[in-house]
């Protein structure tokens, strides 16, 4: 039997799909990718269930093609700003007699940092060791059959408000979607395309949708930091319909054919007739103020990165630079602003699909584009998921139990 991986990346433009099958030898074959209008979701929360159901009943109509059984192994990207993360630390005592640590111990040290107080309203995303502890020794990435009297694991516990989550699983199900696991969405980008070089040198990522923005940070190979803005490239769209007066869809043709992030750039005389842009309108602009439109917004959303870096004390200190993807780094010329304003050595995401073990596929040659960064990295993790709960003996299906008994808990 075909076993299917459904990266579902819900964003409030576009859905974005990843659909891939494990093969015997391992691998992945990636089988299509799709991008969908959608509606009825904003910065990454539900505000109209009807319209995305809608949205979402082409994406999994097509999944259902495959087989069924695909619809019942969806990862599904969360991408709201109400994320909050914190560190936690598990102890346990070592179980064994000659104190040789067992994967028993290590389960009940992660479940120990698991054990803390949310408010009820609130689901854990996930639980991410950072690093194990034997007897005060740091930095131990595995400690199973060290010897040891005490085992602690440093853990990284990221949760998110429930009933937006209820919300954007209620849309899945109610096409008979099965979600096998959420997963927040900057962790699926670090997935697809970081390295292990930028993650143990240290590397700020940065995934500007259309909605919102979302970072991760990684220093000496461990997740330090997440985080979840809700503003977006859409932002952009909408000041240029303002400074411009034309409608906004016009906006958006302007931002992707004329834009730039530096106006400096751009020639002062060189202007744009905007009847070409919007039939309706007179007269000329420049694109140099185009630019200055793109260039403020943009810069807005690196101090918020900024920020959360000046706040883990790392702005201007990751020798790894900063990675850019989302739809919003297509602009022209936003390596070179990302540099100015963040202090730090950028570049635009590129995932290395060899390196994945994944075979090509007529679709394969999408994943090149940075909007669709996010699906490759839930495919990936889906793929991570199936691993780690046979290393475990873990049942797939238990995940998708914990999400149905916390969809009843919060369900009216």
């Known amino acids: 039997m075909p076993r299917f991986i459904v990266g579902l990346d819900v964003g409030s433009s576009t859905i974005k799909t990843v659909i891939g099958e494990i093969r015997r030898d391992g691998g992945i074959t990636v089988l299509r990718v799709m991008k969908h209008p959608s509606q009825g979701i904003r910065k990454g929360v539900v505000h109209d ?35 909050k993360v914190q560190s936690s630390i598990g102890i346990v005592a070592v179980s064994r007699a000659d104190y040789e ?8 040290a992660m479940q120990s940092a698991q054990a ?15 690093e194990y502890i034997v007897d005060g020794v740091r930095d131990i990435r595995d400690p199973v059959e060290m010897v040891g009297n005490r085992l602690e694991v440093n853990s990284l516990i990221i949760d998110a408000f429930a009933p937006n989550i209820k919300n954007l699983m209620k849309c899945v199900e109610m096409l008979g979607g099965e979600v096998r696991k959420l997963i927040l969405q900057p962790l699926a980008d670090a997935r697809a395309i970081l390295t292990k070089s930028q993650r143990e040198l240290g590397v700020v990522l940065v995934d500007i949708g259309y909605g919102k923005t979302s970072m991760c940070v990684y220093e000496e190979g461990k997740i330090v930091h997440a985080a979840v803005f809700p503003v977006g490239a859409s932002n952009i769209t909408n000041d240029l319909a303002i ?3 034309i409608p906004v869809h016009f906006a958006e043709r302007v931002k992707l054919s004329y834009g730039s992030a530096i106006a400096k750039e751009i020639p002062a005389r060189e202007n744009i007739e905007l009847s070409k842009i919007d039939p309706g309108a007179k007269g000329h602009i420049t694109k140099r103020y185009i630019a200055e439109i793109i260039e403020a917004r943009l810069a807005e959303i690196f101090k918020f990165v900024n920020n959360e870096l000046g706040y883990l004390k790392k702005a201007g200190q990751l020798p790894g630079g900063v990675v850019l993807t989302g739809g919003g780094a297509k602009i022209p010329s936003i390596i070179e602003l990302a540099k100015q304003e963040l202090h730090l050595a950028a570049q635009i995401a590129n995932p290395d699909l060899a390196s994945y073990d994944i075979r090509n596929s007529e679709d394969a040659t999408m994943l090149d584009d940075p909007e669709l960064t996010a699906g490759l990295g839930l495919l990936l993790m889906g793929y991570d998921s199936i691993g780690e709960s046979k290393k475990f003996n873990i049942p797939l299906g238990g995940a998708t139990s914990l999400l149905k008994k916390a969809w009843k808990y919060f369900a009216p």
């Not at 609130?122 to 991410?128: A, G, K, M, Y």
């Open 49 to 83: 269930i009807a319209e995305l159901t809608q949205s979402l009943s082409p994406v999994l109509a097509e999944v259902k093609k495959f087989s069924k059984d695909a619809l019942a192994e969806i990862f599904l990207g969360i991408g709201s700003s109400d994320i």
């Open 101 to 108: 640590i067992n994967e028993d111990d290590v389960k009940r």
């Open 116 to 130: 803390i107080n949310i408010p009820a309203n609130r689901l854990v995303l996930h639980s991410i060791v950072r």
């Open 243 to 245: 400074g411009l007066k």
